[in-house]
């Protein structure tokens, strides 16, 4: 953190107030990112502004916070320009003003993301990546409104996630891991590639009934052989699901779907379950301690 102490959840909240103010009632979606850093950053940090905000040939990042040259005052921000979804442009800016905003003075020479560090969001993988992918989802994706796209306890399909992908311009993995924050369904967002569970993200609701995968420091944990994710992507897997039985993914039944996302060469799997008490199996136990 820097001195400026606010987290990143604050820092989002106080740059949407003023969004709002300007907004005046009118849809102001999606947040214009390259407008607000270099405003909101010359306004309160004038003297060591984001001054450029580009894209440029970053093999191996999705984007960087960059220290201006010598001679120079202020900041860069850069994007891999190889990137063609505007929606991964889009969440990348944001990081990285996270970045400025939260980090500079701790890494005076700026700092360089690839791109697990844009579509993880869990604490374990990197404070500062964490940190600022908060910002990031709060600022583009702010909580009231999303919540106004898709009510808490509605069970979703890739339409609706689509529509709120569209209308914040970040990737649908990244609109997924915001329905996950606040969804009141038990619902498990699994990332995996070649086989293998990358990672995974659970609902409270799902994670509080044993719906998990404990992925970091633990041997690779396979896809399901019976799963969507390991076999046919069809368009309607895409975009409705297919209900599975129990014994698939968990000792209950649970409605898949299925994404390959050329973007990150990885399959994304929405898993949602029945919100029901009876039957909660610990599937921690059978998953991960084998």
Known sequence: MTKDKLTPQKWAFQLTRILNAYANGEDRFPVNVKAIAKDFSHHKYPDDPITKIKGAALPRFDGGLFKAPVGKKGWGIIYNDSMKSKGRINYTLAHEFGHYLLHRLVYPNGIECGEQDMVRWDSAFGQIEHEANVFAAN?????????????????????????????????????????????ERRAVLVVSRDGFILWARSSKPAYRSGIFFKTSNRPPIPVPENSLAAGLITSESQRQGVRLPSGVWFNESCEEMVIFSELYDFTISVLQLENTTAGYIDNYERYHQK
């Open 139 to 183: 600022l583009l994706m702010p909580l009231d409104d999303y919540r106004q796209q898709i009510d808490p306890k509605t069970i979703i399909d890739m339409d609706m996630v689509g529509h709120c992908a569209d209308r914040y311009e970040v990737s649908l993995i990244a609109a997924v891991l915001r329905w996950i924050e606040y969804t």
